[in-house]
Nanobody
């Protein structure tokens, strides 16, 4: 069964850190561009960071540059998102997605029918 599962969300104070993980079962992530997206009721869904299949190239939206780092752990079939210096506006449900296309297009364009998506993990930033 093909599945993506996000983990690592939770409640953190402003300035704190969390590491999200996206783990795949039923397929190998190293053949897919992987992206992290977030959604809250006010902004809708937005691409946060996406990583290429093999060369480590990555996209970050401007609001998270310098604070978030996306990385692959192919041995664990996992992609991580390290989030530092979290701000209240980072509050959202975070989703990961896997796609067989360019990583930038994954983040910047609408989803396609053959993308895989997880069910999301909630990140709350509050004092």
């Amino acid at each position: 069964q093909v599945q993506l599962v996000e983990s690592g969300g939770g409640l953190v104070q402003p300035g704190g850190s969390l590491r999200l993980s996206c783990t795949a079962s039923g397929f190998s992530l190293d053949s897919y561009a992987i992206g992290w997206f977030r959604q809250d009721p006010d902004k809708g869904r937005e691409g946060v960071s996406c990583i290429a299949t093999s060369n480590g190239s990555a996209y970050y939206r401007d609001s998270v540059k310098g604070r978030y780092t996306i990385s692959r752990d192919n041995a664990k079939n996992t992609v991580n998102l390290q989030m530092n210096n979290l701000k209240p506006e980072d509050l959202a449900v975070y989703y990961c997605a896997a796609a067989r296309r360019n990583y930038y297009r994954l983040c910047a364009q609408p989803p396609e029918y053959d993308d895989y998506w997880g069910k999301g993990t909630l990140v709350t930033v509050s004092s």
